[in-house]
Nanobody, 122 residues
């Protein structure tokens, strides 16, 4: 089992920045690929970013490419999502997830956090 706890969400103006954190406990953090997903009201959960076990590979949704960065600190069992140039359409609940397989599909991830709210005002 892996327990994931997100933090760092909040209210920010358009053009601003936020850094989300996801702290993991339980099984060996470095074993897992880590992903960030988001879900806005009335919409399906969508992929945002993912990072491989050793940080050698990353992928981003086209909607956030060039604005968001994902990185991890395996010594701290934490993965981060740095969000810059935020837009109102980035408003959503953001979830981190852990999985044995690196990829964009939510079904590839076995463990999920409870989510943290990000709201971007115009």
């Amino acid at each position: 089992q892996v327990q994931l706890v997100e933090s760092g969400g909040g209210l920010v103006q358009a053009g601003g920045s936020l850094r989300l954190s996801c702290a993991a406990s339980g099984r060996t953090f470095s074993y897992y690929a880590m992903g960030w997903f988001r879900q806005a009201p009335g919409k399906e959960r969508e992929f945002v970013a993912t990072i491989s076990r050793g940080s050698g590979l990353t992928q981003f949704a086209d909607s956030v490419k060039g604005r968001f960065t994902i990185f991890r600190d395996n010594a701290k069992n934490t993965v981060y999502l740095q969000m810059n140039s935020l837009k109102p359409e980035d408003s959503a609940v953001y979830y981190c997830a852990a999985g044995a397989v690196f990829g964009r599909a939510a079904g590839q991830y076995d463990y999920w956090g409870q989510g943290t709210q990000v709201t971007v005002s115009a």
